[in-house]
């Protein structure tokens, strides 16, 4: 199928980035044709086949950057395959099981079930604490969250080989 795919997210400090990349890493690796902008680049989603759309988390919620995309264009969205993922567990363990059966940000839930998403995915993330301001660095603290880089770099690219699979599937 002809057409570029749409890996767009919104990272505050860099991880969830690191994430998009590596999905696109996947993609360009099996000869597709990808696209990767931060969610508040995304002029337009008309021409992308397909899109994936990631978000840090912070308290439960998306970033408003991606929050916006996906609720500003639920109409276009609904007729294209979609994939969405998270980021943000620290630790080690499930990502689930770590935010207590979170998959998604519960205010996006009924736009992402009308968009209908092939996959929602959460995927640990990665704090450094050099980057982190002053409120930052006092809510980890706070909360005592584990630091340093918890993405599952063979569960990222597997999720994205799954999604080379779906788009590239010869119709029977």
Same mark, same amino acid.
């Given at each position: 199928?002809? &057409?570029?795919?749409?890996?767009?997210?919104?990272?505050?400090?860099?991880?969830?980035?690191?994430?998009?990349?590596?999905?696109?890493?996947?993609?360009?690796?099996?000869?597709?044709?990808?696209?990767?902008?931060?969610?508040?680049?995304?002029?337009?989603?008309?021409?992308?086949?397909?899109?994936?759309?990631?978000?840090?988390?912070?308290?439960?919620?998306?970033?408003?950057?991606?929050?916006?995309? %996906?609720?500003?264009?639920?109409?276009?969205?609904?007729?294209?395959?979609?994939? %969405?993922?998270?980021? *943000?567990?620290?630790?080690?363990?499930?990502?689930?099981?770590? $935010?207590?059966?979170?998959?998604?940000?519960?205010?996006?839930?009924?736009?992402?079930?009308?968009?209908?998403?092939?996959?929602?995915?959460?995927?640990? &993330?990665?704090?450094?604490?050099?980057?982190?301001?002053?409120?930052?660095?006092?809510?980890?603290?706070?909360?005592?969250?584990?630091? *340093?880089?918890?993405?599952?770099?063979?569960?990222?690219?597997?999720?994205?080989?799954?999604?080379?699979?779906? %788009?590239?599937? $010869?119709?029977?």
């Amino acid at each position: 199928m002809d &057409g570029r795919v749409l890996v767009a997210y919104a990272s505050k400090y860099g991880a969830t980035a690191g994430i998009a990349e590596r999905i696109v890493q996947v993609l360009q690796d099996a000869d597709l044709a990808v696209d990767v902008l931060a969610a508040d680049q995304v002029d337009s989603l008309a021409d992308y086949r397909a899109v994936i759309l990631g978000s840090a988390v912070s308290m439960g919620r998306w970033r408003r950057e991606s929050a916006r995309l %996906l609720t500003t264009n639920e109409t276009i969205l609904r007729g294209k395959p979609v994939w %969405l993922f998270s980021s *943000g567990p620290m630790g080690e363990g499930d990502a689930e099981e770590l $935010t207590e059966g979170w998959r998604f940000a519960r205010k996006l839930q009924p736009i992402a079930d009308r968009i209908g998403p092939r996959d929602i995915v959460v995927f640990h &993330g990665a704090v450094d604490v050099e980057k982190l301001g002053f409120f930052d660095k006092w809510i980890l603290k706070k909360v005592e969250a584990p630091v *340093g880089d918890f993405r599952d770099w063979a569960a990222i690219t597997a999720w994205a080989e799954g999604i080379v699979a779906a %788009l590239t599937q $010869t119709p029977t």
